[in-house]
DNA sequence: AACGCGGGGTC
DNA sequence: GACCCAGCGTT
């Protein structure tokens, strides 16, 4: 194992320099709620992305009681737009247990036993919510620790040799003074210094130290194993209103991909685009006058890009049918996944 | 170990 | 466009 650089020096460069977030505590000690609240959200999400949702979930639900007691539904419908689904139904889960067993588990080991808690997040939480001697390994400190070391094996591969070079920086006492404050001070120095591109090594606290600086390779770290094509996929969908301006939503199967989430109905998706005749067989009500919507919607999934079409017809009154619901169109939006918004985005 | 799983910011 | 983000669960 090369020698890691002094950890005084990036928490020194981290008290003058620290990101000002509005999911992290100004002095007070951090409430474990929302830290494990925060960490779940920011998972593969930017912090941009989190900030307004953090404010607003830990308005409608300010504590782990009171998001325990919640219904799933309303879970589901505040984590709208957020993306990866299975986080707000792990995170329900999650509360459910915690409130049950009357608070967090206080060590990584307990917290990684719980729902949609990882390695990762059983660390951020136990270091920062509960001073635990632990280095979380996100994406930032994947980074960091890459160019520190000049590891040049590509990433998922060098994983576990990454995590255990970031695990030997608590064998450094000052780490282990401040282990919360260390691992933001990690993030924040992935977050603004330590970038993907154009790194400003000329800033960094860690610059002598740094090997793949000094071999002038820093913006080559990490190496990434190379990712493959996303296909195109096609669907139709049905918008059905009625005189009182409600549209029909369906919900979609628990688990899976937008597991649990409305959306506006319509066919499979799949290679090969759909002729309107075909997808008649899905619409949600036989026999109605369907017209085109003129427009394409785009989106893009994680593993496949989709182009819908839409097809739109109204009645006087919206009966459900079973596995269904109606919504003031207006309303619909806001408990929508953003592949739906698309589709609406068409009728504006 | 590989894959499925959203959406948006940024260059 | 391509990359990447305070990753996790399943197979």
């Given at each position: 194992?090369?020698?890691?650089?002094?950890?005084?020096s990036?928490?020194?460069?981290?008290?003058?320099?620290?990101?000002?977030?509005?999911?992290r505590?100004?002095?007070?000690?951090?409430?474990?709620?929302?830290?494990?609240?925060?960490?779940?959200?920011?998972?593969?999400?930017?912090?941009?992305?989190?900030?307004?949702?953090?404010?607003?979930?830990?308005?409608?639900?300010?504590?782990?009681?009171?998001?325990?007691?919640?219904?799933?539904?309303?879970?589901?419908?505040?984590?709208?737009g957020?993306?990866?689904?299975a986080?707000?139904?792990?995170?329900?889960?999650?509360?459910?247990?915690?409130?049950?067993?009357?608070?967090?588990?206080?060590?990584?080991?307990?917290?990684?036993?719980?729902?949609?808690?990882?390695?990762?997040?059983?660390?951020?939480?136990?270091?920062i919510?509960?001073?635990q001697?632990?280095?979380?390994v996100?994406?930032?400190?994947?980074?960091?620790?890459?160019?520190?070391?000049?590891?040049?094996?590509?990433?998922?591969?060098?994983?576990?040799r990454?995590?255990?070079?970031?695990?030997?920086?608590?064998?450094?006492?000052?780490?282990?003074?401040?282990?919360?404050?260390?691992?933001?001070?990690?993030?924040?120095?992935?977050?603004?210094?330590?970038?993907?591109?154009a790194?400003?090594?000329?800033?960094?606290?860690?610059r002598?130290?740094?090997?793949?600086?000094?071999?002038?390779?820093?913006?080559?770290?990490?190496?990434?194993?190379?990712?493959?094509?996303?296909?195109?996929?096609?669907?139709?969908?049905?918008?059905?209103?009625?005189?009182?301006?409600?549209?029909?939503?369906?919900?979609?199967?628990?688990?899976?991909?937008?597991?649990?989430?409305?959306?506006?109905?319509?066919?499979?998706?799949?290679?090969?685009?759909?002729?309107?005749?075909?997808?008649?067989?899905?619409?949600?009500?036989?026999?109605?006058?369907?017209?085109?919507v003129?427009?394409?919607?785009?989106?893009?999934?994680?593993h496949?890009?989709?182009?819908?079409?839409?097809?739109?017809?109204?009645?006087?009154?919206?009966?459900?049918?079973?596995?269904?619901?109606?919504?003031?169109?207006?309303?619909?939006?806001?408990?929508?996944?953003?592949?739906m918004?698309?589709?609406?985005?068409?009728?504006?």
């Open positions: 194992m090369p020698a890691l650089p002094p950890a005084a990036l928490l020194a460069w981290y008290d003058r320099h620290r990101r000002v977030l509005p999911f505590s100004r002095g007070n000690r951090p409430d474990p709620y929302q830290v494990w609240l925060s960490e779940v959200m920011l998972q593969q999400t930017t912090v941009a992305a989190v900030g307004p949702r953090f404010d607003r979930f830990l308005a409608r639900f300010p504590t782990v009681e009171a998001l325990a007691s919640a219904p799933e539904a309303a879970v589901m419908e505040e984590w709208a957020l993306g990866y689904y986080r707000a139904r792990n995170l329900h889960a999650c509360a459910r247990l915690v409130a049950a067993r009357g608070g967090f588990p206080e060590d990584a080991d307990g917290l990684r036993a719980l729902p949609g808690i990882g390695a990762y997040t059983a660390a951020a939480v136990a270091a919510a509960f001073d001697p632990v280095v979380p996100d994406g930032n400190v994947e980074r960091v620790v890459a160019r520190l070391a000049a590891e040049a094996a590509p990433l998922p591969g060098s994983k576990p990454l995590a255990a070079l970031a695990a030997g920086f608590m064998a450094d006492a000052d780490a282990r003074a401040r282990p919360g404050d260390f691992a933001q001070a990690l993030f924040d120095l992935g977050a603004t210094i330590c970038t993907p591109r790194p400003a090594c000329a800033l960094c606290p860690w002598e130290g740094c090997l793949a600086q000094r071999q002038g390779i820093q913006e080559s770290l990490p190496a990434k194993a190379a990712k493959r094509a996303r296909p195109l996929r096609h669907g139709m969908h049905f918008l059905l209103t009625d005189a009182a301006g409600q549209v029909l939503l369906r919900r979609r199967p628990p688990r899976g991909l937008l597991g649990g989430m409305l959306e506006i109905p319509g066919t499979p998706w799949r290679d090969a685009p759909w002729a309107a005749a075909e997808a008649a067989e899905f619409a949600p009500v036989p026999g109605l006058p369907w017209r085109r003129p427009g394409i919607a785009r989106h893009g999934f994680t496949f890009e989709l182009e819908m079409l839409l097809l739109a017809a109204s009645v006087p009154r919206l009966a459900p049918p079973e596995g269904m619901e109606a919504r003031p169109l207006a309303e619909a939006a806001g408990a929508l996944p953003t592949v918004r698309r589709l609406l985005d068409l009728v504006r």
